[in-house]
């Protein structure tokens, strides 16, 4: 009797991992995982479609850092724009694994934005620890020198 539940305990519970992953896809993805049976037979395609294995985990690990490196602000570009950019690759490098820091981020921005914001880059610079700077407080006030310019 005992087996008997476990068994249906066990149906139940994979039955469930498979909807859940159908219910998270795209119907693109759908097409490609539709003829597994099994959710383990359709997170592995997946985890194997998506993440790669390790050499390919850190292909794409050092080809997001090469870009996040050689990432300079346009002067056409506004600070939102710029900090979306390297944030969104600061993102992809985690979800692979891989440590970015908000100091890297920190620092990334203050070397490669325009020197038209220099002065609230000096003043960051004198007032305040840039190991303890937060990336959100850098952009917020890179964004408020932005927009006092345009009022100009």
Request: aromatic share 6%.
């Amino acid at each position: 009797m005992n087996r008997i539940k476990m068994h249906k305990e066990r149906t139940t519970r994979k039955a469930k991992a498979k909807s859940c992953l159908y219910a998270s896809i795209s119907p693109a993805i759908f097409n490609r995982i539709m003829a597994f049976g099994l959710a383990k037979e359709i997170w592995d395609y997946l985890k194997a479609e998506y993440q790669g294995d390790e050499k390919i985990k850190s292909m794409k690990v050092l080809n997001l850092i090469r870009e996040f490196e050689r990432l300079q602000m346009k002067e056409s570009e506004s600070i939102k724009e710029y900090s979306d950019k390297l944030i969104d690759i600061a993102n992809k490098v985690r979800v692979l694994g891989t440590d970015l820091s908000d100091s890297r981020l920190v620092q990334k921005m203050l070397v490669s934005v325009p020197e038209k914001y220099e002065a609230t880059m000096a003043s960051f610079e004198n007032t305040k620890d840039l190991t303890q700077l937060r990336v959100v407080e850098l952009i917020s006030a890179l964004q408020v020198q932005e927009q006092r310019r345009l009022m100009r």
